[in-house]
């Protein structure tokens, strides 16, 4: 899900890119949204590369790609990788969790990716299950695991496409990594900080700014146990 803001730079590049070939610059894009400064922008196109709707493109000038549209937009892109999510997140109902002694083999739910966007609570089913070493599980507590799309926790050795298996809780220290529900619409794996009545997110990636939330915005949905990686 998109903020107003969000949505209407994304519509902006597409209509830039379909019309002219190049995204507009940031000056562009800074003037067509009304903001004060390209910070602004930069925080927006972070967001969109977060949930997977562009990808910004290495040595390249306006290097933004479109790699898919919300529901409703249309036009002609590129081929993108597919979702492995292909539920309808619309519908509200909890999470498919299955305890440890009821898994088989010691298998947790695997919900989907993580990336900002998908709302934990917002998933019908489990879209496989991953068995999980004993070492990374409380057996007294519900774990799931989610696939991890974009680059934003590389520097803790937390890198695209590896499996994280989560201890669901709704609390957690500082230092944590978790996965964090933002005004009930996006969830994001980051690192929690907190600073008085400000949540702080922090990637583990210098090319994404911390997240500031006011407390009350946030709810810890797990906090990161373990990490699954597939060669």
């Known amino acids: 899900m998109l903020t107003r803001k969000q949505l209407d ?15 507009p610059s940031f000056d562009e894009m800074k003037e067509a949204l009304n903001l004060r400064s390209k910070s602004g922008i930069h925080r927006l196109i972070t967001a969109l590369e ?18 898919r549209l919300p529901e409703g937009m249309e036009g002609p892109l590129a081929p993108a990788a597919p979702n492995v999510i292909e539920h309808d997140f619309r519908a509200k109902s909890e999470p498919v969790l299955v305890s440890n002694t009821d898994s088989p083999a010691g298998a947790v ?10 709302p934990i609570d917002a998933i019908q089913h489990t879209v496989d299950h991953v068995v999980v070493p004993p070492s ?8 799931y695991a989610l696939t991890v799309k974009g680059d934003s926790m590389i ?8 499996i994280v298996v ?7 220290n500082d230092g944590d990594i978790v996965v964090a529900l933002v005004a ?19 990637a583990a990636n210098p090319a994404y700014e911390p997240q500031r939330h006011e407390a009350d915005r ?3 949905q797990g906090r990161m146990v373990g990490l699954i990686r597939v060669y």
């Open 9 to 23: 730079l994304l519509k902006l590049i597409h209509k830039r890119i379909q019309k002219d070939g190049v995204p």
């Open 50 to 67: 977060e949930r997977g709707f562009i990808r910004r493109l290495a040595h390249r000038a306006r290097a933004i790609e479109i790699i």
């Open 109 to 118: 739910p695997l919900l989907g990716q993580i990336a900002a966007g998908t």
């Open 136 to 143: 990374m599980m409380s057996s007294s507590a519900e774990h």
């Open 155 to 162: 520097e803790k050795g937390i890198h695209e496409g590896d």
């Open 166 to 172: 989560v201890k669901r809780q709704d609390t957690a």
């Open 184 to 202: 009930e619409q996006e969830a994001t794996l980051k690192t929690l900080h907190r600073r008085g009545p400000i949540v702080e997110l922090h």
């Open 218 to 220: 946030v709810k810890i």
